[in-house]
Nanobody, 122 residues
Framework: VQLQASGGGLVQAGGSLRLSCAASGRTFGSYVMGWFRQAPGKERELVAGISWSGGSRYYADSVKGRFTISKDNAKNTMYLQMNSLKPEDTAVYYC????????????????WGQGTQVTVSS
């Protein structure tokens, strides 16, 4: 599956952005999906994950209550709604697809989007 992330940008603290991840292929609905982010000098970390059905979701503690992950299998698209953004949310955000359960590890995902930059100013 090929993934294309979009929706990043520059926003002030407290603002909102919605990231999208468009996928090719007819088996999108069978994949576990995740949003990772990587800030300069830091490791890539899982921000949110969603099961193939959408019934199970995971959020990192740092984004709980502020971010919402969702997917529309009919549109082959996954979303990350980010509200109440903070400067520490600044990073390149990547979408990823896997075929096992939601994993914290990048090795748990076999397909990656190109990344979209999110910058939150204070």
């Amino acid at each position: 599956v090929q993934l294309q992330a979009s929706g990043g940008g520059l926003v002030q603290a407290g603002g909102s952005l919605r990231l999208s991840c468009a996928a090719s292929g007819r088996t999108f609905g069978s994949y576990v999906m995740g949003w990772f982010r990587q800030a300069p000098g830091k490791e890539r970390e899982l921000v949110a994950g969603i099961s193939w059905s959408g019934g199970s979701r995971y959020y990192a503690d740092s984004v709980k209550g502020r971010f919402t992950i969702s997917k529309d299998n009919a549109k082959n698209t996954m979303y990350l709604q980010m509200n109440s953004l903070k400067p520490e949310d600044t990073a390149v955000y990547y979408c990823a697809a896997g075929q096992s359960g939601i994993s914290y590890l990048t090795a748990g995902y076999h397909s990656w989007g190109q990344g979209t930059q999110v910058t939150v100013s204070s």
